[in-house]
């Protein structure tokens, strides 16, 4: 009777543990922007999740706002520590598939950093926008190609979108960059959440 006894109870715990495993894990971030910046929030990558961004809610001062997103195409790796967090030429694994003017995401840490290609003078070397990074790109660092825009018009408005995935990264383990772009004096990222499962 014990032994059946411990074999279902065994059975049950195993069930929960993977019912828990498999629950979505929410993040929330919000940002500030002004005339030089938009706002922007980035969601790092997680090589064992798929990203879908479920709300957002945003504050715009100009009629031609607009609330975009972006996700994670490329991974690429840092090969070579930079000597400053200003340098723009970065030493990667492979530079096949970049191109002039392509945004690109370094993650460091868990913190993301986002820059534009100016040009590929190797096989491995990635020339960005001058200032770099603003953050040393150490050896063992991803940079993700990001995709093109998938842009939702929202003018001069304070609102919020909500769903079971308004927008969903194109790839499993690849960033999301949530951006408010353009605005007069100041807008803002609110909340977005994103969900990890």
Do not use: E
Not at 60 to 74: I, P, R, V, W, Y
Request: charged share 10%; with cysteine.
């Amino acid at each position: 009777m014990f032994k059946k006894l411990f074999i279902a109870c065994a059975a049950v715990g195993a069930v929960a543990l993977a019912v828990h495993a498999a629950s979505p894990r929410y993040v929330t971030k919000s940002a500030n922007g002004n005339t030089a910046n938009g706002a922007w929030v980035a969601f790092p990558a997680d090589p064992s999740s798929h990203i879908r961004i479920v709300t957002a809610n945003w504050s715009a001062d100009t009629n031609n706002a607009a609330l975009s997103f972006k996700s994670g195409l490329g991974a690429y790796s840092v090969a070579a520590t930079a000597s400053a967090a200003t340098n723009n030429t970065i030493v990667i694994n492979s530079t096949v598939g970049l191109a002039a003017n392509d945004l690109v995401l370094l993650q460091r840490s868990g913190v993301c950093y986002t820059n534009t290609v100016v040009s590929t003078n190797s096989v491995t070397n990635l020339v960005i926008s001058v200032g770099g990074f603003g953050v040393v790109a150490t050896a063992g660092d991803s940079i993700y190609k990001m995709s093109s825009a998938t842009t939702l018009p929202v003018g001069n408005t304070t609102n919020w979108q909500s769903g079971a995935a308004i927008y969903a990264a194109t790839y499993s383990g690849r960033p999301v960059l949530v951006q408010l772009t353009p605005c007069n004096v100041t807008n803002k990222l609110n909340s977005v959440v994103a969900t990890y499962d």
